[in-house]
């Protein structure tokens, strides 16, 4: 059981962290929440790769101010306030049917909401 936890933890993380590269590269995929939950689960299953991370100089900053102050650079949220808003405009506009896209609507409503209430440095 140990190890099958262990296995997951990884995974999750390993998942993660690729989706956090993907981030930096495709503007509609947020980098940092991916990162922070790499973080997480190498915190839990390897601290090699959890202190490469925290150490790495431009992913790093961002986790470690995460977990000593939980707070987030003004800029990052700006940008992140941005690429939440256009991912769901995208989604909505291409989604076909009506309930789906009010759906959609009330998710980008309850998450910048969410969003908003994280304190800025």
Do not use: D, N
């Amino acid at each position: 059981m140990h190890f099958t936890r262990r296995v997951l933890w990884f995974v999750l993380g390993a998942t993660a962290l690729i989706l956090g590269f993907v981030g930096l590269f495709l503007p509609l995929l947020p980098t940092t929440p991916f990162l922070l939950l790499a973080s997480v689960c190498f915190m839990r299953v390897s601290p090699r790769i959890h202190t490469w991370l925290i150490s790495h100089p431009k992913l790093g900053p961002s986790i470690v101010e995460w977990q000593k102050h939980k707070t987030i650079k003004a800029s990052i949220k700006k940008k992140a306030i941005i690429m939440i808003i256009l991912s769901f405009l995208l989604s909505i506009t291409l989604a076909p049917i009506l309930w789906v896209k009010v759906m959609l609507v009330m998710f980008a409503i309850a998450l910048l909401y969410w969003f908003s209430t994280i304190p800025t440095s």
